[in-house]
């Protein structure tokens, strides 16, 4: 092998994060198991939307989680982060002035030339929507770029949508953009649609010959998402899904997230369902 | 709590860490009592308060020597006095197999100590925190099983 | 089979003979639908050491095999299989697969109605590396009670209990046996050489070369609960770091949740990659049950656990002790 | 002229040691590998052998190691410890510090099997080829000089041809062929040289190219002689690796269920495996200090897969053990062109459940066979299963 000759002896360990500081904390649901960190005040690494990068409050461990903000606008780099496991739960007690470790940026990102020109619908479903946020403000600092955007996003309960101000206000008011809304389960006060969001989509998604549509959500989402789309007559190649497995290197060496021969976290986390149809079914 | 540095050793005396798990019925309430009557026994000790002597597991005696702890007492109520009537008994057993296990792997058998201390002995708990540190003052810090970062 | 050589302790027409009613019941317990699966062992390359068979059609009762290169231990797949079998699941086993079959029954992790136990007399386990110098017992197998069936007892069939006697005869020790030979752990009392500072050397040594792969747990059938302690990320009682002290802490709990518990099958010690003597510490402390609870046999599943229940005269850490040899406690 | 296995281009460098100055060429190959280089050796104790930091060389006798078919544990943890610290930190936000640690000393392995040696080289293309190579691992086998002995005896778990290397395959830096009283030592790779002419200059050897050449033939000639294990007559290159329909067949395969059926979901089969190089990173805080460790971790294990919030793509041990199979026998050969097995045999032999690695390895080239006939008869159907393992 001649990579031993080569061998990156005196480049640093990639497993090591940089400490990076919180700027700001944005609770996001009613709950507050959701909030947006934003991190150090410029990016310490170019990126592209759909990426992800390592974030650890450090002693408790490290997720990987896909970047919220868009490249597009400068400034810190945004993370929408669920406390769920035992890293998620202490970065949700750090607060501004707080240090993380930070690492990335890794995986493929949003295959953007093949965007230009096409009419997008995001269909994100939950904390799915945070990586579909970065694609959607990206797509708007270049509105001239893209065709007719349709956000659909959903989640369990109007308390749990995230992005309210940018889906209630901001994404509407921009040209040739729309966004729809749908919850699992209502609550008094709510006058949006009620039900399941691969339905709503089913529902009111008319694709145009020049359509492609971004999926993120949970695993059980993107599955019956998929579905639909096919259904509505969209091409394998045109129907963009964002995974998540469990990581824990990023970087396609620790073995643990890989479907097939590819590695989610290095290789993806975006793949078409084409080039999903390829590979064997692991999710 | 009345706690004075005990011992009579010098400045540079080895000075045993003694994590001591007293249930709350009984021992902690001893505990309690030997210091509000400022009965004097080692600083060292460090006091955990579980709610019976049968909650404590015999894995929590390693890690607390794994962590630092020189020496391990468990505290509980007389037997045939326990709050739950028979804690203490099922106590009895497992720790007595814990120690067993412990020698046979080669640990010191006085680094870990079963006492049971009622809310009235104040000073059993005094003496028994004196003399478990003298005893281990002896045998010097333990090593075995120990984390070098603790 | 490729030929392993005469095998120590089985007279070949015994096996013979054995092996024979083991089919034949595996084969008629099938057809009648007494059971939906016979859980028992058959050949396999290399060695010809016997796997686990797991056979659910009377025309495959004939793979069945008995005898020393039956490697793997059984019972604990009952755990497994009674819940994804229709109809109940026999095991065709030695004592010590019994034993294993009894243990989970008693830990309540399956149900004595779903399970058909069929004792089959054994001399002893050969270790696989010693098989091609004709044959050499596991170590523990030395110091079996459990070889020969025991009649009586609810649930258990015996097979081939005529046999017994020729095997109860035979010698477990033959040649280039030296696994069999090699010295059991001393308990370390008071004043024993392995006693401190050497008896912790001494585990230092081996616990060192502990891969933390969870073999010994995975084959213990006392270790049967769905969720692991020493798994457990909160709290974490375990790191995954193999350092020392770690070490101690994996063997130590896994020996004081077995303890009591532990049915001496010797899995544990058989599956070990890195040649661990885990059985001494078993048994080590199946003695001092005995000995500080008065316990006989506590390697047999009875209706309590010896940990599960207490006497008021056990011995007391205030009190010496009411037996000698085990040394004053502290 | 030829090339080297590292791609160097050299000439044919061999030398005949007499087999009692072994700790000469111990010796050569430490001063290679650099003045804090520790030397590795297999070792017999307690009845298996083991790998061991060995302090006087001259005592290695390496007839002794005749007796030796391999380790029964192999040497990649002397180049990829199963546990290693990535970094460690001291204090709390927002004045925490993080520091990493130092470089491991050089390593000298001296008395590999090629399967094991060859196992180095796939660690190699799984750590360091592409993007983001796992420095950690390339430091410790940049410095590392591997001395390899060929087999003269195998045992019946040795698979090794199946894997399509052999008890001779020239692999590691310097390949020793041993032959009676004589150590046959070829160079391979430009460390592997330099070992030789260090050597040369502490003792004048002979060159001993056509002794070579004829002890390979005679030692591959007696692999013949390996008893029949169960992978004898495969051949696992067979398998088609880039092909997705084939990897969906084999993929969906329901003998998987069958097969995993003994399985016990423990780690031993990756944790004693010369390849396997799954890692888990986790955080060891002790007050306001800590480390973060990588430590070996195996797909078998429960909770491998499972994520905060217990999602598990693969919570069956069927699914589990599929993954091991595939990924050693077909993704990374998908990726880099190589079987991940080097058919040492020790998953095998250690295997508590009595698991072999060949089973399923027949099964999957019956499901590769399979898509090859229904595409030469045109009928595309996935790859029917293979009821009895056996």
Sequence with gaps: ?283 | MAITSGGAGTKSAFQPRIVAFCCNWCSYAGADLAGTTRMSYPATVRIIRVPCSGRIHPRYVLRALERGADGVLIAGCHPGDCHYSTGNYYTRRRLLLAQRLLTHLGFDQGRLWIRWISGSEGAKFADTIRDMSASLQVLGPNRKGRDQRA | MPDAGQPVGYPAEVLRDLQQLVRDCARSLLEQGEVGMVIGHRAAAPYGRGVPAFVTEPGEAGQLMVGPQCQVGIGKYLLDQTRATRGRVAVIGRGCDILAARRLIADNRVAPDQVLLLWVPCAGRAVPEAMAKGGAVARHCLQCDVRLPEPGQDGIEIIGAHLAGALASASLVGEGCLEATAPRIAPAGPGADNAGDAGYERWSGWFEHCLRCYACRATCPACNCDICVLESRSPQWVERSTALPQQFMFHFIRAMDVAGRCVNCGECERACPAGIPLMDLQQLVAADITELFGVERPHVPGEHEPLGIFDARDPDPERPARTSGGGALS | ?390
């Design chain 1, 1 to 283: 092998m001649s990579c031993r000759d080569s061998l990156p002896v005196s480049s640093a360990d990639p497993l090591v994060p940089t400490l990076a500081v919180i700027e700001q904390v944005i609770a996001e649901t009613d709950s507050g198991l959701i909030r947006t960190f934003v991190i150090g005040e410029e990016s310490p690494f170019p990126y592209r939307p759909g990426q992800c990068a390592m974030l650890s409050a450090i002693g408790a461990g490290e997720s990987m989680i896909a970047m919220a903000s868009t490249p597009s606008r400068g400034g810190g780099l945004e993370f929408t982060v669920k406390a769920v496991g035992g890293n998620t739960h202490a970065l949700h007690q750090l607060g501004p002035g707080d240090q993380v470790g930070l690492r990335g940026p890794y995986g493929n990102g949003f295959p953007l030339e093949r965007l230009a020109g096409r009419d997008i619908a995001f269909v994100g479903g939950g904390i799915g929507m945070s990586g579909l946020r970065s694609l959607v403000n990206y797509c708007l600092d270049d509105r001239e770029r893209y065709g007719r955007l349709t956000v659909y996003s959903g989640a369990r309960s109007p308390g749990e949508l995230c992005y309210r101000t940018e889906l209630t206000e901001v994404w509407p008011a921009a040209p040739r953009t729309e966004v729809m809304v749908t919850v699992d389960q209502g609550q008094p006060g709510w006058s949006g649609n009620v039900g399941l969001l691969p339905d709503y989509v089913a529902a009111n998604l008319e694709p145009s010959p020049d359509q492609v549509a971004v999926v993120c959500g949970p695993p059980v989402m993107i599955r019956y998402a998929t579905e639909a789309l096919l259904r509505l007559g969209l091409r394998p190649e045109d129907i963009i899904l964002t995974l998540e497995l469990k990581m824990q290197c990023g970087i396609g060496r620790c073995g643990r997230c890989n479907i097939g021969d590819k590695y989610v976290c290095r290789d993806g986390p975006v793949f078409t369902v084409a080039e999903l149809g390829r590979l064997p079914e692991e999710l």
């Design chain 4, 1 to 390: 002229m030829t090339t080297a296995r590292d791609g160097s281009p050299r000439r044919r460098h061999t030398g005949n040691l007499s087999s009692d100055r072994l700790g000469a060429l111990a010796r050569a190959a430490l001063a290679v590998a650099g003045p804090d280089a520790v030397l590795w050796a297999p070792r017999q104790a307690a009845q298996r052998w083991a790998w061991e930091p060995i302090t006087s060389p001259d005592d290695l006798d390496p007839r002794t190691w005749r007796r030796m078919v391999n380790t029964r544990i192999s040497p990649k943890g002397i180049l990829l410890p199963q546990t290693q610290e990535v970094f460690s930190w001291q204090g709390r936000t927002p004045k925490i510090a993080l520091d990493v640690p130092p470089p491991p000393q050089p390593a000298v392995i001296l008395g590999l099997r090629p399967c094991d040696a060859v196992a180095f080289d796939r660690l190699d293309e799984a750590l360091l080829v592409g993007e983001w190579p796992d420095v950690a691992y390339a430091r410790a086998r940049s410095r590392a000089v591997l001395v390899t002995f060929a087999c003269e005896s195998m045992s019946p778990e040795c698979m090794c041809e199946a894997a399509g290397l052999s008890p001779t395959t020239p692999s590691g830096d310097l390949l020793v062929l041993p032959a009676g009283e004589s150590l046959l030592l070829e160079a391979l790779t430009a460390k592997g040289e330099a070992v030789l002419a260090e050597l040369e200059g502490r003792e004048p050897m002979p060159e001993a190219g056509s002794l070579v050449d004829a002890r390979r033939e005679e030692l591959a000639g007696a692999a013949g002689h390996h008893a029949p294990g169960l992978a004898a007559g495969q051949d696992w290159t067979r398998l088609p690796p880039a092909d997705p329909e084939t990897v969906l067949a084999m993929f969906g395969m329901p003998g998987w269920e069958e097969l995993a059926r003994p399985c016990l979901s423990c780690g031993l089969c990756a944790f004693v495996c010369p390849t396997c190089h799954c890692f888990a990173l986790t955080d060891e805080p002790r007050g306001d200090t800590g480390r973060r460790v990588r430590t070996w971790d195996s797909c078998g294990l429960t909770d491998f897969m499972r994520a905060a919030g217990g999602h598990d793509p693969r919570p069956a041990k069927a699914q589990r053990m599929r993954q091991r199979f595939l990924h050693k026998l077909v993704y990374h050969r998908a990726a880099h062109g190589s079987l991940m097995c080097t058919g040492c045999g020790r998953c095998a032999a250690g295997c508590p459940a009595g698991l072999h690695i060949a089973t399923a390895a027949k099964m999957l080239l019956a499901a590769a066979e399979q898509v090859a006939q229904d595409a030469l008869s045109g009928c595309a159907a996935p790859g029917r299963p293979q009821e009895d393992p056996q």
